[in-house]
């Protein structure tokens, strides 16, 4: 197995975090004096995944050409870490023609088969079709690997049992990550989940399960990276929870009221300047590189802003067309 680039995960998660941070800016802009989740440049829902990092660049340091990924409604860490254009996925979120979707999906709905990613607003969706697509990999003799991930509230619907009884019986190569943020919307696992970790129930399908702690990029990278090479090798799926933190709302306009004491804490459990602080320790990165990666990171953002906003909307007959019928 390959070792970490230490440098190269801390950049990609801050990377990742500069980029959200701005879209959590540009999506409240227009949105008030009243909440108008359709006003704005940016409409619709907004599902952000800052504190979720270490779970994307730890698991996509080990993707490469072909590997599919299908995420979940909170999609952006994953969808950057895989690769997928920073400018045509801006654009998507922002409803205009140069986006991947030709701004007919939004930010929930983000799809590039050049880089095989996809992501949906339903539950568990992705685990069914990251089968397909490692039965398809499967039987062109590749060794692609498929990872699906979803959120620990998915592993209570059917699709998940579903989905791993038939990668085990099949042998496929996937890969199946939970990213247990604690909270299923407003809902805690222990209120809806009758066992303390998903990575248990992978037993009772006959493959390999590990729950990662602390929201430890380092140690997403080894489990996944045993996960990945032993699919690669063709011994079939694993299973993988990471216990993250989601730092903000279920969504952008949720009040997190149900939240209490837990929002006390969740600044200092912020993996990105406690990632800093450990690699500054070990000698991996100096102090005067913190605000250069940060400047770099929001230089690439600000060239994805403006090339959204300076994108066409698409027009009212466009709505006709990449339909079935």
Same mark, same amino acid.
């Given at each position: 197995?390959?070792?970490?680039?230490?440098?190269? %995960?801390?950049?990609?998660?801050?990377?990742?975090?500069?980029?959200?941070?701005?879209?959590?800016?540009?999506?409240?802009? *227009?949105?008030?004096?009243? &909440?108008?989740?359709?006003?704005?440049?940016?409409?619709?829902?907004?599902?952000?995944?800052?504190?979720?990092? #270490?779970?994307? @660049?730890?698991?996509?340091?080990?993707?490469?050409?072909?590997?599919?990924?299908? !995420? =979940?409604?909170?999609?952006?860490?994953?969808? %950057?870490?895989?690769?997928?254009?920073?400018?045509?996925?801006?654009?998507?979120?922002?409803?205009?023609?140069?986006?991947?979707?030709?701004?007919?999906?939004?930010?929930?709905?983000?799809?590039? =088969?050049?880089?095989?990613?996809?992501?949906?607003?339903?539950?568990?969706?992705?685990?069914? @079709?990251?089968?397909?697509?490692? %039965?398809?990999?499967?039987?062109?003799?590749?060794?692609?690997?498929?990872?699906?991930?979803?959120?620990?509230?998915? /592993?209570?619907?059917?699709?998940?049992?579903?989905?791993?009884?038939?990668?085990?019986? &099949?042998? %496929? =190569?996937?890969?199946?990550?939970?990213? *247990?943020? *604690? &909270?299923?919307?407003?809902?805690?696992?222990?209120?809806?989940?009758?066992?303390?970790?998903?990575?248990?129930?992978?037993?009772?399908? $006959?493959?390999?399960?590990?729950?990662?702690?602390?929201?430890?990029?380092?140690?997403?990278?080894?489990?996944?990276?045993?996960?990945?090479?032993? !699919?690669?090798?063709?011994?079939?799926?694993?299973?993988?929870?990471?216990?993250?933190?989601?730092? &903000?709302?279920?969504?952008?306009?949720?009040?997190?009221?149900?939240?209490? /004491?837990?929002?006390?804490?969740?600044?200092?459990?912020?993996?990105? =300047?406690?990632?800093?602080?450990?690699?500054?320790?070990? $000698?991996?990165?100096?102090?005067?590189?913190?605000?250069?990666?940060?400047?770099? !990171?929001?230089?690439?953002?600000?060239?994805?802003?403006?090339?959204?906003?300076?994108? #066409?909307?698409?027009?009212?007959?466009?709505?006709?067309?990449?339909?079935?019928?």
């Amino acid at each position: 197995m390959k070792t970490p680039n230490r440098l190269d %995960l801390y950049t990609e998660m801050v990377r990742i975090r500069q980029y959200e941070s701005r879209i959590l800016q540009e999506y409240h802009a *227009d949105k008030a004096p009243a &909440w108008d989740i359709g006003a704005g440049l940016i409409p619709g829902e907004m599902h952000l995944s800052a504190g979720q990092e #270490p779970a994307a @660049v730890g698991v996509c340091a080990h993707t490469k050409k072909g590997d599919a990924i299908t !995420a =979940p409604h909170r999609p952006h860490h994953f969808a %950057l870490a895989h690769g997928v254009d920073m400018n045509a996925m801006t654009a998507e979120i922002y409803g205009r023609t140069t986006g991947l979707c030709k701004g007919k999906g939004g930010h929930m709905h983000l799809f590039d =088969p050049e880089n095989h990613f996809s992501c949906s607003g339903i539950i568990a969706q992705g685990y069914p @079709v990251a089968c397909g697509q490692a %039965l398809a990999m499967k039987r062109n003799g590749t060794d692609n690997v498929a990872i699906a991930v979803a959120g620990e509230g998915a /592993a209570n619907q059917g699709a998940f049992h579903e989905s791993l009884n038939l990668a085990a019986v &099949w042998n %496929l =190569p996937v890969v199946f990550v939970i990213e *247990d943020n *604690d &909270w299923a919307i407003s809902v805690p696992r222990a209120a809806s989940t009758a066992i303390n970790s998903n990575a248990d129930r992978a037993a009772g399908y $006959g493959i390999p399960g590990v729950r990662v702690e602390e929201n430890d990029v380092e140690a997403v990278f080894e489990a996944a990276g045993a996960a990945i090479d032993r !699919a690669r090798a063709g011994e079939g799926p694993s299973l993988i929870e990471i216990h993250t933190l989601r730092l &903000w709302g279920h969504f952008e306009g949720d009040a997190q009221a149900y939240r209490g /004491a837990d929002l006390d804490t969740v600044d200092e459990r912020d993996p990105i =300047p406690r990632y800093a602080a450990a690699l500054v320790e070990s $000698g991996d990165l100096a102090e005067a590189q913190i605000d250069d990666i940060k400047r770099a !990171a929001d230089a690439e953002v600000d060239a994805a802003i403006q090339f959204a906003v300076a994108s #066409p909307i698409p027009a009212p007959e466009d709505a006709l067309l990449h339909v079935f019928a």
